[in-house]
């Protein structure tokens, strides 16, 4: 392999690792902008990859390590730095495998997590005192708000107390107050789904430059290791 291919693909894979990179960085920041501003955490709990923040956080600051090391191996010509990260990229790819899978297998159950978390966490919101379980109540409060809808099946789960945050009104009349009349439950539901397709979007789209990373990675750590290459600082 002559100098001006090896050139080209090393800055080849530093191109991709970088993008890959670039896009870790950019899903960890969405993650948590989304555990910062959303407010369904807490009503959630049973399956915690329903949630999505959760699972971009991890699944961003892995790739962006991981990624890393690519760029440094690349551009330091060293092949500790390259089989390590194909071993690293690889076992990463495995995992996303596996998660996606754990989402197909789950997706049919989702509905069931959502109706059991969001039921026990209408219990505990009638139950509690004025001053008692206000995470609960204020996220509550604010799928109310949000998404226009009152209860888990409707307002009728209240059984007559009501919370002010599901009238229609604002502000409210608390003589003959007119609350949402669709539950929470299939709205909350639809709207994690479109979630999901924005964030399967984007592993498919990691899956596909790490695929390209690994290809393009073994032809250059058998040039470095054919020319004795690779072990210098």
């Known amino acids: 392999m002559n100098s001006s291919c090896v050139n080209c693909l090393k800055s080849f894979l530093t191109f991709l690792n970088f993008m890959c990179w670039l896009c870790g960085a950019f899903v960890v920041a969405l993650g948590e902008f989304m555990m910062m501003n959303s407010k ?5 709990i ?35 730095m390259l ?28 509905g069931t997590y959502f109706e059991k978390d969001l039921t026990q966490s209408l219990q505990i919101y009638k139950q509690s005192s004025p001053e008692g379980n206000m995470t ?24 007559g107390n009501v919370p002010i945050s599901c009238c229609t009104q604002d502000p409210c009349d608390n003589i003959t107050p ?8 299939v709205i909350l539901r639809d709207w994690f789904s479109r979630n999901y397709l924005s964030t399967g979007a984007g592993i498919i789209t990691m899956f596909i430059l790490q695929f390209a990373c690994m290809c393009v990675t073994v ?11 690779g072990y210098q600082g």
Request: charged share 15%; aromatic share 16%.
């Open 136 to 159: 609960i109540k204020d996220d509550f409060d604010a799928v109310h708000y949000v998404f226009r809808c009152c209860g888990v099946h409707g307002e009728a789960d209240w059984e």
């Open 46 to 80: 049973s399956f915690w990859p329903i949630y999505p923040a959760n699972t971009l956080v991890v699944t961003g600051t892995i790739v962006t390590c991981v990624c890393f090391l690519g760029v440094l191996g690349s551009m330091k010509e060293n092949r500790c």
């Open 40 to 44: 369904y955490a807490s009503l959630v």
């Open 219 to 229: 032809p250059l750590f058998c040039h470095f290791s054919r020319h004795g290459l």
């Open 178 to 185: 007119t609350n949402w009349r669709e539950g929470c439950l």
């Open 83 to 110: 089989i390590t990260f194909f071993v690293l990229l690889f076992i990463l790819m495995l995992v996303e495998l596996a998660m996606a899978c754990v989402f197909f297998v789950y997706s049919r159950e989702i």
